[in-house]
Every structure is written in structure tokens, then in C-alpha cells.
């Protein structure tokens, strides 16, 4: 165990540790980082490495919004534009909300299973360092050498690349390379990851926690990991055929030799859709975990929810082809991902109906995690409205494509699971510091980035329904677009400011917050039962479970759950 | 957290073992892999514009499969040994699986051979020799990755490194090796039966 204190212990005899290694001092603290193994660790590591790339990401969507504020625009050039976007894309999904996902995961769950590690922790640190190099090795393009001309070697053919325009033919210099490679390096750290979350929660299960006792959390992590084991690999092996494309000369994708262009999107959206529930699901569990907390209430529906979130498993396997309307399915196809993209709000308005039973009739409690988590049930309403308005094919037709598209899932994914994240740091970081965020500049953060959010989101549904397409340079005034994309580029700014006061906060907090104690929520999760910040070990002695709620139990044992359950 | 003792009407509280579960999944991942090079394989039957073409070309591998198929009975069989605490005969059926791999990647290597300079067919000649070298190579690796193992088995448990609880871990390469074979019949199956005539 490289965990940098003073002394080692090998074997019988305590040796003194090598220098460098003693807590404290830079250079151990960096080694300790390097060397551990500690799912704790890695899951704060995966978590700053996603806020790291979160800034760079949003650095580039100010730049994106700086270029569209006015018509005739001409604060990047066009090249760097498509790289821009591109970019901002790939990097928010795989970079920033997969690594956020993982971290939420890889701390929470040994944590809530009482189990002391995951199941293979070194399998843990190596599916982190791909994640992590394999974002370096993204934003190394920038620098590697020319693409197009006048344009950096970043990646510019849309975040899901479309075919032919990969092809060597149309994108020349190494710019998809350095796209595909390192998605294909991410994807098997995720997959490695999701298969060592797996296992940890089927195999690792404190005494006494069935099936039906897990935190909802753990539910929604299991099945969340899923969906990351089966449908990673899709991507993956797009990719390589991409690879061999570019490099071999295979003709997958190439309608010259008689190639598909369409395949490549049926792969690509094959792993893109379940990916959007990989990365909401963990949302979802961030509230179904906040919301009876801060409602004293067990949460509603239990069974249900558990159910739901496996039938939004299944059914995202068989709605990809809802991106592609317009390339030109058949009529049956069109009807098939019509109806499964409509069935699946079924089981979302389920949990939505869950979270507001929990909430009704309860003491509710307005701390920070609450209220973000109210602004996701909103905000996320309104997402899977649009949702399912893109879902009826012909209304697809009509707005695929535009801005209409881009505020719907940016409301999906900054509404949606970007609330979600944000709950989940300002509740499990007491855990983690030992110290509670700031509730001012908390406030702040929220009101500024939800401002920001609706000010930059809310009119792009109007550019869109007037026609402005997505991935535009720039456009001529006289269409009725300027005042909403001025807006938007206004609320882009508000949401700046709101991130940098959760950044300031999270910063400050760690050193001069106030002591949080064990337990700063009143909660009834395991992780809630040991130290802040919990030991390597996480458990003394491991706990033994009899109901939900073991901390109520606990707590409470004249009243305990496990009576009722 | 005390740990109060319960007098718990449970049973004894068993979970699976972790390796087991984890080699499912394992290969449930490999499966959606080869599933998608598979999807690309049968979708591009027949749209080649130019050849050669499966029909001119391919002859059915009976020789590679037999070597194949027969190399999941050897390592039963080894695994009987190895229950029955028999390490010499464990040790030769386990060096048989590895000699039929071996075996089988040869002859893959031989009609490659016959297919790159007699047929004049490579990745990039048109789709099916894209889609087949993709997919055959595919499996060719994973047959590789499982002789690595295998062999790594072999070395460890020749010198005497294998202790009795290490046969779960035997026992799951054996399931990968398996797993391995069952991909075979499927890429028999869609390449040389389904995409034959074409």
C-alpha cells in the first residue's frame, strides 16, 4: 500500500518510507495520486479529471457562442469552428460526463455495498489512466500537425463523425485519427471499469443486502454499467473498422465500393443512445437518493423505480435509429424507433411521478443538493417533452437538424444530468472533504447557472423551430435568429460565472469549509455510517443490513425498517 | 458501525465469486464486439462491385474447425485431471488444447496465404475481403489472446507455481477458450455457409 505515510509496514519490520513518499509534501502527494489504488481515490480522481475537461469544453462552447452572437460573425475561423464544435461534443460526453459518471460510481458504491474496495482495484486505477491519457491524447491534436487548411489538427467532422467525410479521402492529416483512437482507448477503459463496478456490486455485498435492500443508487449503477459493458463495444468496433479504413484501406463506409455511409450511423448510434441513459441513469440515482433525504421520507415506490430502470435498460437498445429519420429508413423502421422512443417515456414519467410521491407530504428541507435537484425535475420535464416531440417521426422531419435538436439535448444534458451532478458534489462532498460547501457561493452557483441555463437553452428551441440549422458557421441577419442567439450568448456568460463559483467553492471548501461530522444530512446510506473522509478500509468492522434504510435502523432502533419491509 | 449479533434467521450469506462474474461479462462484452463485425459481415453479403467473390474463392475450413472444436473436449478433459488431482495428465491434455490451437491458427495462416497471393484478395480489395479479414482476424486475435493464457497455465503449472486454489482460474480460461469456440461455429456459420455462394 503506497499511501504515503511515514512509516511502511513490510512484512514484520517497519521501515522508514523512501523520500518523497512522507504525507504532505508535494511530490507525495503526486505519488500517492500515481500509485493508489484506493477506489476513493480513483472516483476523486475521475471526478476532477471530467471538471478539468468540463473547463477546457466550456471554454470552447463560450467560443461557439461568441461566434454565433451576431450574424456575419467572425470570431473563429470556419475550420475552426467545425473543430470547435467537434471538439466541445466528444469532450463532453466522453471526457467529462463519462469520467464524472465513473467517479460518482467508483466512490459511492464500495461505500454503499459495505464492501471495502471493488472487486479487482488495480483493474480500477488502469481503467482510470486510459480515460485520463486518452483525453491528453485527444487534445494533443491541436498541436500534431495540420488538418484542413488553415485549421488545427483537432478533429472536425462532428462529434459523431460522420461517413465518408472520415474517410482519407475528405479528411486528410491525422485529425480523425486522433479522434477515433482515442475514443476506442476511453471505450475499453469504460468497459474494463463498468465490468469491475459490476462485479463489485453482484459479488461484493455487505451481509444481509440483497437484491432488494440496495440503495436505489446501486440499482441504477448496475444497470447504468450494463449498458456500458454491452454497448461500448458497438463503438468500439466502429472504430476500428474506421481505423482499418483510414489506414488499410478497408470499404466499410465507402460508397464508392459499394459501403454503407448509413451503417456507420447505425453503429455509431448503435452504443449513442444507450450512452444517453448510461449517462442519466447515474443522474436519475444521485436524485432518488437526494430526494427522500431531504424529504424524511423513504422514497416512493421502490420496487417500481428498480423496475422502471431496467425497462429503460432494455428499451434503449431499441431506439438508436431515432437520430436517423431523415437519412431515409423504411416506413417500418421509422414506425418501430417512433413507437420504442415514445414508450420510452414511460418508464421516465414513471420515476418522475416516483421522486414527486416522495416529495408530497414530506418535511422538506431546502439545502443545496435539494434544490438542484428540484431544478432537475423541471428542467428534465421539459427535456423529455421535447423528447418525445422529436420522437413523432414527422416532427423529426421537420426539425431535425436544427437548433430545435440542440436545446433538446442540451436540456438533457446540462438541465438533466448536469443538475444531477451538481446534487451529487454538494451532497457526497462533505463525505469526501469532511468539510460542507459554502452555502452562499452555493446559492450564487445556482441561481447564476440556472439563469444562464434557460437564458442560453430556452431560445434555441425558437432559432430552431425558424429554421437554424446546427453546426452553422454563421448566418445572415433578416431570418429572425439574431435576438435569440444573442440571448443565448448572453445566458453562456451567466453560466460561466456560475461554474467558476462552483470551482472557487469546491476549492475553498476543502480547506477552510465548515466540519461536516459523519453524517451532516441526517442520511440512511451506508457511506454515511463511517468517517468523513472514510478510512482506506471504509469499515472497521464490516456492517450488516436488515432493511433499506440501515442508518435508520441504526439510529432508530425502537422504529427500525426492518419491520416493515 | 457495531456489529450487533443479530439472531438472524437468514441463511449463510453467499455471493458469487467474483471471477466467475466477471468472466461472464467478460465475455458478454466480447460478444457485442463480434456481434457488430458479424451485422457488418451478413449486411454486406452480396454488395461487393467487384471480385473476387466468396463463391470463387473460399473452400470450407472442415480441417480448422475440427482442430478448433476438438481443442474444447481436450480441455474438459484436462479439467477432469485437474479435479482429480492428476497433474501429469493435466499437464499433457492442456498441452494438446494449445498444440490444436496452434493447429488451427495455422491452417488460418495457410488459406491466407492462399487467399493473399493466389487470390489476390486483401482487406482493401473490396467488401467481403474488408468484412472477412475483419471478422476472421478478429477471431483469430481472440484465439491468440486464449493460447497466451493457456500456455501462461502450462509454464506456471509445470513449475509447480499452481496451487489448489488456483483452479477457479483454469477453470475460467477454459470458459474463455470455450467461449472462443462458440464464436467460431458462428463466423462458420455467416462466412463460409451463410455468405458462401454469393
Given at each position: 500500500m503506497a499511501n504515503g505515510t511515514a512509516i511502511t509496514e513490510s512484512g514484520t519490520e517497519l521501515v522508514p518510507a523512501r523520500p518523497g513518499e512522507e504525507r504532505g509534501t508535494p511530490t507525495g502527494w503526486i505519488q500517492d495520486l500515481v500509485y493508489t489504488v484506493d477506489h476513493k481515490k480513483l472516483g476523486m480522481l475521475y471526478v476532477g479529471t471530467g471538471l478539468f475537461f468540463f473547463v477546457l469544453a466550456g471554454i470552447m462552447a463560450l467560443l461557439i457562442r461568441a461566434q454565433l452572437a451576431f450574424p456575419n460573425g467572425h470570431v473563429t475561423s470556419p475550420q475552426e469552428f467545425n473543430s470547435l464544435i467537434t471538439m466541445h461534443g466528444t469532450v463532453m460526453i466522453f471526457w467529462v460526463a463519462m469520467p464524472i459518471v465513473f467517479g460518482m460510481i467508483n466512490y459511492l458504491v464500495p461505500l454503499m455495498i459495505g464492501a471495502r474496495d471493488m472487486a479487482f482495484p488495480r483493474l480500477n486505477a488502469f481503467s482510470f489512466w486510459l480515460t485520463f491519457f486518452s483525453g491528453f491524447f485527444l487534445f494533443f491534436s491541436f498541436v500534431a500537425g495540420p488538418g484542413l487548411y488553415g485549421a488545427s489538427g483537432a478533429p472536425d467532422a462532428g462529434w459523431f463523425a460522420i461517413a465518408p467525410l472520415t474517410s482519407q479521402a475528405f479528411s486528410k492529416g491525422p485529425s480523425i485519427d486522433y479522434w477515433s483512437l482515442s475514443v476506442l482507448i476511453s471505450g475499453i477503459g469504460s468497459v474494463t471499469g463498468g465490468i469491475n463496478i459490476m462485479v463489485t456490486i453482484i459479488c461484493y455485498r455487505t451481509k444481509g443486502m440483497t437484491l432488494h435492500r440496495m440503495p436505489l443508487f446501486v440499482w441504477l449503477a448496475l444497470v447504468t454499467m450494463f449498458l456500458v459493458v454491452v454497448y461500448l463495444p458497438p463503438l468500439s468496433a466502429a472504430q476500428i473498422m474506421l481505423t482499418l479504413e483510414r489506414h488499410l484501406g478497408a470499404k466499410f463506409f465507402d460508397p464508392q465500393a459499394g459501403g454503407s455511409a448509413i451503417l456507420w450511423q447505425h453503429f455509431f448510434w448503435i452504443f449513442g443512445h444507450p450512452e444517453v441513459y448510461i449517462l442519466v441513469l447515474p443522474a436519475f440515482a444521485t436524485i432518488s437518493e437526494i430526494v427522500p433525504v431531504f424529504s424524511r421520507k423513504p422514497i416512493f415506490g421502490y420496487p417500481m423505480m428498480v423496475a422502471a430502470t431496467v425497462l429503460i435498460g432494455f428499451i434503449s437498445a431499441g431506439v438508436w435509429a431515432h437520430h436517423m429519420f431523415t437519412v431515409g429508413l423504411n416506413s417500418f423502421g421509422v414506425t418501430f424507433f417512433a413507437m420504442a422512443t415514445l414508450a420510452i417515456a414511460v418508464p421516465t414519467g414513471l420515476k418522475m411521478f416516483n421522486w414527486l410521491a416522495t416529495m408530497y407530504g414530506g418535511k422538506i428541507r431546502l439545502e443545496l443538493p435539494m434544490i438542484f435537484c428540484i431544478a432537475f425535475l423541471f428542467q428534465f420535464l421539459i427535456a423529455g417533452l421535447t423528447g418525445v416531440m422529436l420522437g413523432v417521426a414527422p416532427f423529426d422531419w421537420q426539425l431535425n437538424d436544427s437548433y430545435f435538436v440542440i436545446a433538446h439535448f442540451h436540456y438533457v444534458i446540462v438541465g438533466g444530468i448536469l443538475y444531477g451532478i451538481f446534487g451529487f458534489l454538494y451532497y457526497w462532498y462533505p463525505k469526501a472533504f469532511g468539510r460542507m460547501l459554502n452555502k452562499r457561493l452555493g446559492l450564487w452557483h445556482f441561481w447564476l447557472f440556472t439563469i444562464g441555463f434557460h437564458l442560453t437553452f430556452d431560445p434555441q428551441h425558437f432559432a430552431g423551430i425558424l429554421g437554424m440549422p446546427r453546426r452553422i458557421y454563421t448566418y445572415q441577419p433578416g431570418r429572425g435568429w439574431e435576438l435569440w442567439n444573442l440571448i443565448s450568448t448572453i445566458g453562456a456568460l451567466f453560466q460561466a460565472a456560475g461554474a467558476i463559483c462552483l470551482v472557487l467553492n469546491l476549492l475553498w471548501s476543502a480547506r477552510k469549509g465548515k466540519i461536516a461530522g459523519d453524517d451532516p444530512w441526517d442520511a440512511w446510506t451506508l457511506e454515511w455510517s463511517t468517517t468523513s473522509p472514510p478510512p482506506e478500509y471504509n469499515f472497521e468492522t464490516p456492517p450488516e443490513v436488515r432493511s433499506r434504510r440501515p442508518l435508520w435502523d441504526l439510529k432508530h432502533p425502537e422504529d427500525p425498517d426492518w419491520k416493515f419491509e | 458501525m457495531s456489529s450487533q449479533s443479530l439472531t438472524s434467521t437468514e441463511t449463510e450469506w453467499k455471493l458469487p465469486s467474483p471471477r466467475v462474474v466477471g468472466m461472464i461479462l467478460v465475455i458478454l462484452t466480447e460478444t457485442a464486439l463480434f456481434t457488430i463485425f458479424v451485422v457488418a459481415y451478413l449486411f454486406y453479403i452480396g454488395k461487393s462491385v467487384s471480385g473476387p467473390y466468396p463463391h470463387e474463392v473460399l473452400e470450407l475450413p472442415i480441417l480448422g474447425t475440427v482442430l478448433l472444436l476438438s481443442s474444447s473436449v481436450t480441455i474438459v478433459v484436462a479439467e477432469r485431471n485437474l479435479h482429480k488431482g492428476i497433474n501429469s495428465l493435466f499437464n499433457l491434455w492442456w498441452l494438446i488444447t494449445a498444440l490444436l490451437g496452434v493447429g488451427f491458427l495455422i491452417y488460418t495462416g495457410v488459406e491466407w496465404h492462399k487467399l493473399i497471393y493466389e487470390d489476390h484478395l486483401t482487406i482493401s480489395t473490396n467488401l467481403f475481403g474488408s468484412t472477412f479479414y475483419s471478422l476472421v482476424g478478429l477471431h483469430a486475435s481472440h484465439v491468440v489472446v486464449g493460447l497466451i493464457l493457456i500456455l501462461l497455465i502450462l509454464i506456471l503449472n509445470v513449475s509447480g507455481?499452481?496451487?489448489?486454489?488456483h483452479h477457479e482460474h483454469i477453470i475460467m480460461i477454459s470458459w474463455y477458450w470455450h467461449f472462443v469456440d462458440a464464436v467460431w461455429i458462428v463466423v462458420f456459420t455467416v462466412v463460409y455457409v451463410i455468405g458462401a455462394k454469393s
Open positions: - | 507455481r499452481i496451487k489448489h486454489y
